[in-house]
C-alpha cells in the first residue's frame, strides 16, 4: 500500500490549525518529510529551527483553516 502524501498534508495542515496560537504559530510535531513538503509548497516557513513550533504563512494559514473545515467539522 502506498500513501498518499497529498492527504497527509492536507490532514497535517489541517491539525496545526487546530493548535495555532499567537496569530500564526502551530506546534510542529509532526512527520519532518511532511513538514518539509510543506514549507516546499509556501505553506509554512522553513521548520528546520530549535523552537517548537512553526510559523504559518498567509496562504498556509488560510489553507489550514479551510482544510480543518472540510476535514474535522460537522456539516
Known sequence: MEPDTKKIDDAVLAL???TVHDGCRAW?????ESTDRLYRQGLIEDPVNKTKSVVLTTRGLEEAERLFKQLFTKR
Open 16 to 18: 496545526m490549525y487546530l
Open 28 to 32: 510542529k510535531s509532526f512527520d519532518w
